[in-house]
């Protein structure tokens, strides 16, 4: 076993989509004591996050400490200094010195269990559990022999994703959507043995655990969380599995801090959650006003993840981005696209669908003049999301609760907690997705590197002081 009693131990959790009642903005919120108890040691408030509101970006601002016009992930992918979109960031890493790549180079030991992002570069001295398969087919862990040793002792490697054992044809009763909710509880469990079983047979002085599963119920089963959903459902079966569900990742939580015993706690989400009526077919807009214009044809409108070369089209989309070519869409059309996505109506609702199309220049304060590619960030009005369509579906896409996935999507700003009995009673204080590196750095006794610009927020603790058994 590792000795653990000569140095302060970080634990941080990550709450995909969870709140401190777990459920966001649901009013229904479903009780979470051990989260709760953590909030009455410490530090906890609103978590600001940035524009667009997907998992990708904000993440990244975690690990960098930077805004993401500077670590270049807007969306899925990232893009060049070229401005234009590139690889994959779980593919190759991130461009700027992390937290991570920061302990290792001081020699601290990272467990890391299915957190994005996390790749074994510069991490010689970390244990990793990837979130998703490499580009080269490679093991889920490094050291790449710790995947035969954990499937010897819990089974097959199972990372989960969005929609994970949501069946195609969705969830149309009770039966379907316990079956649902239990797929989800063992996820939970399945990522607290891995974390459980690293923390217990390797030395560590950070342990990053992301559960992900609350994101995929929130995402489907909203409706049953949420009285403001047009289609809320109240149904007392599915209300005794969520919670079980929400009892599972209290237990997670927990078991964790019980096992791992750290002088601190961080738990954290990068976003909240609300409802998702309809979804916006970024694709069919564009192939529709393409195809009136001079700068392209619905041909070019095709989705980014599709496209096999760098040929230079107008448009490019990316669910809740769109990527559009600097020399070939004029100023004046820029315009006017912007303004005929700000002034989308629902034509079921009359409701607008955009409340703003911001550029990265107006959301992150600085961009490459020289981008080949301008990126619009769609900030979008309450009950809507965007994906990347084919150009003949709808432009408006129904979410029907109980067939179709997102019930529920992303809504901007998260939650944190510093948990620590040394802050005494519990503060309310509120914070950026920028400030955590810093601040975990800091804590830990080092400086954190240009050119993270957030702030550590516990400046008290710049030398930390050994703390034992503190949970």
């Not at 709140?19 to 009780?31: F, I, S």
């Amino acid at each position: 076993m590792p000795d653990r009693s000569q140095r302060n131990r970080l634990l941080i959790l990550a709450l995909n989509g969870g709140g401190a009642g777990m459920w966001g903005e649901a009013q229904k919120a479903l009780p979470m004591p051990a989260l709760h108890a953590l909030m009455q040691r410490g530090i906890s408030g609103s978590l600001g996050t940035y524009l667009p509101t997907l998992d990708a970006p904000n993440w990244a601002s975690f690990y960098t400490g930077v805004n993401p016009a500077k670590h270049h992930v807007q969306a899925f992918t990232r893009l060049r200094p070229s401005g234009r979109p590139g690889p994959m960031p779980h593919q190759v890493g991130l461009p700027l010195p992390t937290f991570a790549s920061q302990l290792a180079q001081a020699g601290r030991r990272l467990i890391s269990v299915f957190a994005p992002f996390i790749a074994p570069q510069g991490l010689a001295n970390g244990v990793i559990v990837r979130d998703r398969p490499s580009s080269d087919g490679g093991p889920l862990t490094h050291p790449a022999g710790l995947q035969p040793q954990l499937e010897r002792e819990l089974g097959l490697l199972h990372p989960p994703h969005s929609m994970q054992s949501f069946p195609a044809q969705g969830l149309p009763d009770a039966g379907a959507v316990n079956a649902f909710l239990a797929s989800q509880e063992q996820s939970l469990r399945h990522t607290h043995d891995i974390a459980a079983y690293l923390m217990t047979r390797f030395d560590w002085d950070v342990s990053l655990v992301h559960l992900y599963a609350m994101d995929t119920v929130q995402h489907a089963l909203w409706h049953y969380l949420d009285p403001s959903h047009p289609g809320f459902r109240q149904d007392p079966v599915v209300e005794a599995s969520l919670g079980r569900l929400s009892a599972v990742a209290d237990d997670v939580v927990q078991n964790l801090v019980n096992l791992a015993q750290p002088a601190a706690v961080l738990v954290f989400s990068t976003h909240t959650f609300g409802p998702c009526v309809k979804v916006l077919n970024i694709e069919r807009f564009l192939a529709e006003r393409a195809a009136r214009s001079a700068f392209g044809n619905g041909g070019l409108m095709r989705r980014l993840m599709r496209r096999s070369s760098g040929e230079n089209m107008s448009f490019m989309s990316e669910h809740k981005v769109i990527y559009v070519h600097s020399a070939k869409v004029n100023e004046a059309d820029r315009q006017r696209l912007t303004a005929e996505l700000e002034d989308l109506r629902d034509p079921d609702s009359g409701a607008a669908v955009v409340n703003k199309v911001w550029t990265g220049v107006d959301l992150y304060g600085s961009a490459n003049s020289d981008a080949v590619y301008q990126t619009w960030i769609l900030d979008l009005a309450r009950g809507y999301s965007a994906r990347s369509g084919a150009p003949e579906s709808p432009l408006l896409w129904s979410m029907t609760p109980g067939k179709d996935y997102l019930s529920g999507t992303h809504r901007q700003n998260g939650f944190w907690i510093w948990s620590d009995p040394a802050l005494g009673a519990s503060q309310v204080q509120p914070a950026r997705i920028i400030d955590l590196a810093p601040t975990i750095l800091s804590y830990l006794g080092l400086a954190p590197q240009e050119p993270m610009e957030g702030t550590a927020l516990l400046r008290q603790f710049v030398t930390p002081q050994v703390s034992q058994g503190s949970y």
